[in-house]
């Protein structure tokens, strides 16, 4: 989505921040030359769709800036990542950009790229050390975006005349594994609760989906429908795209789709799929956020470290788009 704007704040998080975790300025006045500059991206996982977008960023800056960007994927297996790691060490890169597929692993990498010299920048994920240091971080306002999603959800189920009589719930797909993932779940709760007239604790039913997957979506939501089958209405959040596509399809298997309504967060992948059928479903919206900007972003900022034009920023966050089925053909595009 290249036409909607989008507002960049580059802010200093709490933490303390590693300087470019291990690597001072001096790299740059050493690595000056596009045609010299070697970076790696390590994606957490190519098999889903943000990701996918991610790279198509990260590639198309490299090609822009004339350097040489070199994609791993480490399948959401910390063994692979670790491995990937190495190899972009061993292999000579100037810096680092890293999804983590879990952020334990986080201290070790610091420490590796560190003791190698290397700048490294913690895409999507943050990253803190054993000190409690935190690498510069490329990401999204989770906080902010998780709040949209609940005041969404909220505002749907004001339009549809749905109280919390007992016979609304919500489903909170959750993936507490990744801290992203968390502030995104947590703020929908709390937006909810804000919202929601009636609603209560007891009225949110969180529920962990494996592998933050539509698998695990679909699981997840199959066992709160067996466990609750006087719900009628069901308001659906997850981490993702994926968990609440899986949500709709153990709903409309259950019957109970039409009375219900799910709200993810990604850049469409899955999202524009469900809301541009010609019949409405319950993937009623979706937070827009964009992985191929986003990668592209990582790309120059790293460039720009390692070419002496500015240093990694401590925290550099992007904002969502609220999707309705109204502006979903534009913001998909």
């Known amino acids: 989505m290249k036409s909607l704007p989008t507002v960049r704040l580059a802010t200093a998080i709490a933490l303390p921040v590693l300087a470019a975790a291990g690597c001072s300025n001096s790299a740059g006045s050493e690595t000056s ?4 500059v070697k970076v790696y991206y390590l994606a957490k996982r190519l098999d889903q769709g943000y990701f996918q977008s991610e790279v198509k960023g990260v590639e198309a800056k490299a090609k822009e800036l004339g350097i040489d960007v070199e994609v791993l994927d480490s399948r959401s297996d910390g063994n692979v990542m670790t491995s990937n790691l190495e190899t972009a060490l061993i292999q000579g890169g100037d810096g680092v ?3 983590v597929p879990d952020q334990k692993l986080a201290p070790a990498v610091l420490a590796k790229t560190r003791e190698a010299d290397v700048p490294v920048l913690a895409l999507d994920d943050p990253m803190i050390d054993s000190n409690g240091d935190a690498a510069p971080f490329l990401g999204y306002e989770f906080e902010k975006i998780g709040t949209e999603v609940g005041d969404f959800l909220a ?5 549809q005349g749905w109280a919390a009589d007992g016979t609304l719930k919500a ?13 995104r779940t947590d703020a929908t709760k709390a937006a909810l609760l804000d ?3 009636g609603l209560t604790e007891q009225d949110i039913l969180e529920t962990n989906y494996a592998g933050a997957n539509t698998d695990g979506g679909l699981q997840a939501m199959q066992g709160l429908l067996t466990a609750n089958p006087e719900v009628e209405h069901w308001l659906v959040y997850s981490c993702n795209e994926e968990g609440v596509v899986g949500a709709v399809r153990a709903l409309e298997s259950a019957g109970v789709a039409d009375g219900s309504c799910g709200v993810g967060i990604g850049d469409g992948a899955l999202a524009k799929i469900e809301m541009l059928k010609d019949e409405a479903n319950a993937y009623c919206g979706n937070v827009f956020i964009d992985g191929e900007e986003n990668g592209g972003i990582a790309v120059q900022l790293m460039y720009d470290a390692l070419t002496g034009e500015q240093d990694l920023p401590a925290s550099t966050l992007s904002p969502g788009v609220r999707v309705t089925r109204d502006n979903a053909a534009k913001v998909f595009s």
Request: glycine content about 0%.
């Open 171 to 183: 489903a909170a797909l959750t993936f507490n594994e990744v801290s992203s993932c968390t502030e």
């Open 155 to 159: 505002e749907l189920a004001a339009d």
């Open 195 to 197: 919202n929601v007239d």
């Open 97 to 99: 950009i890293i999804v």
């Open 33 to 36: 030359k596009a045609e010299d």
